[in-house]
């Protein structure tokens, strides 16, 4: 049977009056009975836009012109805002900003969790522009037009935004964007680079230049020289993981290193290791973490999702002993370097899919005060009921999605926890993300 074909959409912008916002910021219209999110538009607008996709519930577009501007309306920092997939509210006033990410917070606990009245935090702020120390950047020679594309996707399709800089990345990167152009298009494997994983530490900078063909000599030279010149480290990656390599001696660093100096500590992390983005939100996070948990000398911690102990290690620091637990055996071992490198004696690391069942892991033996839970955005439903019946004195939840954030905190409720409180961070300014951070009590 042949493939139904899809109706064309119409090439000429459509007139829409924004009603209201959508949780990731996008303008809601309505278009004959179906809505249409509107990127770029605010509510109470009348803007002209064109449609980039439609189905039959929903239809998506992008802003043309502005008619009747919102007062929340601001000029945005980044001359490509408007285009460039890699922000999409900084045509939004910040403060307006958070608001929207409470809000939706706030509507998330009562839909998903059942949950109507939630005390809120004052949000935690940090720098909206030059935040950005992880990202994956896309790489793109457009043969008819001789060059090189570097950045995000553009809004709303797969293409490569036409930048040349970018304001939401560290600086030591953001700058870079016009320089990697040029150096791409001077290489012979030009067409043959998708994509750049940028990792930045605190004291070093690594590119890591995705190559589905084998640079020659020339290009390795060219490579050497840009990252000298940049005083970036840069590696290449033929294939999974395993296949990152530095260029030569001089690009290989063992390590890239953050520190959160308010704990004393220091964490070693590979380029392809998950570490937070933003450096100012993550000292705050850790530190509001700590202080809702209310750590005392004789505390016993499980640390679930632990990564490479972003929160094991200063918890350590306060209480008698942290376990941390953590899907990856990979970064298991990296909590364990991380503590030997801070002389942290008082910690354990255990690898186990926290996607299921714990009952009977070693780990798992009831006897923990206090519990800090830092999932991935699918959740940790299915180690809610096994983490409540524990009954810890105080849970700490820190989420990148407030959906299953909201539907994880009805089941501590029911069973036996009060959510004390709960505050958005704003670990991704200038975007619709939303980090958030949850305090619940034994009843």
């Known amino acids: 049977m042949s493939r139904r074909r899809r109706k064309k959409l119409p090439a000429d912008p459509i007139e829409f009056h924004i009603q209201s916002l959508s949780h990731e910021g996008r303008g809601i219209a309505d278009m004959e009975g179906k809505i249409v999110f509107v990127q770029g538009a605010l509510a109470g607008e009348r803007v002209s836009a064109k449609l980039t996709k439609s189905v039959s519930r929903f239809a998506e577009a992008n802003t043309v012109e502005v008619f009747d501007a919102s007062e929340d309306r601001v000029e945005p920092p980044c001359p490509h805002a408007n285009i460039c997939g890699g922000c999409s509210l900084q045509h939004m006033d910040a ?17 998903f969790g059942g949950i109507d009245s939630v005390p809120m935090r004052k949000p935690m702020l940090g720098p909206t522009l030059g935040y950005r120390r992880k990202a994956r950047l896309a790489a793109k020679y457009v043969n008819k037009k ?38 791409i298009a001077e290489l012979s494997i030009r067409s043959a680079i998708p994509q750049i994983e940028v990792a930045a530490g605190d004291d070093e900078v690594i590119l890591i230049f995705r190559v589905l063909e084998t640079p020659n000599e020339q290009d390795l030279s060219k490579l050497d020289q840009f990252g000298e010149t940049h005083s970036v480290r840069i590696y ?70 632990c990564g490479l102990g972003n929160f094991t290690l200063p918890m350590a620091r306060q209480c008698k002993q942290v376990v941390g637990v953590e899907g990856s055996e990979e970064m298991v071992k990296r909590g364990s370097e ?45 180690i809610i009921g096994p983490i409540a019946e524990l009954g810890a004195q105080r849970i700490v939840y820190v989420s990148c999605n407030p959906a299953t954030l909201a539907r994880d905190a009805g089941e501590l409720v029911k069973k036996g926890y009060r959510l004390i409180e709960t505050g958005v961070m704003d670990m991704f300014p200038n975007t619709g993300h939303v980090e958030s951070i949850a305090l619940f009590e034994k009843i």
């Open 338 to 382: 991380n503590a030997l490198l801070n002389g942290i004696s008082n910690t354990e690391f255990f690898a186990a899919d926290l996607s299921k069942d714990i009952a009977g892991q070693p780990w798992f033996d009831g006897t923990y005060d206090k519990v800090l839970i830092d999932p991935p955005r699918s959740g940790a439903q299915a």
């Open 236 to 305: 290449t990656q033929s294939g999974g993981p395993k296949t990152v390599v530095a260029i030569n001696d001089k690009h290989h660093v063992e390590r890239l290193y953050y520190s959160l100096p308010a704990h004393d500590c220091k964490f070693g992390f590979l380029p392809l290791d998950f570490t937070q983005v933003n450096a100012h939100i993550n000292e705050q996070m850790v530190d509001l973490a700590l202080q809702l948990l209310d750590l005392n000398s004789q505390d016993r911690v499980l640390d679930l999702f």
């Open 146 to 183: 001789e060059c090189v594309l570097v950045g995000f996707r553009e809004k709303g399709n797969s293409f490569v935004a036409d930048i040349n800089q970018c304001a939401v990345l560290d600086p030591r990167v953001g700058l870079l964007i016009t320089p990697l152009r040029e150096l």
């Open 95 to 111: 403060g307006k900003q958070i608001e929207l990410k409470q809000n939706a917070l706030l509507e998330q606990y009562q839909h």
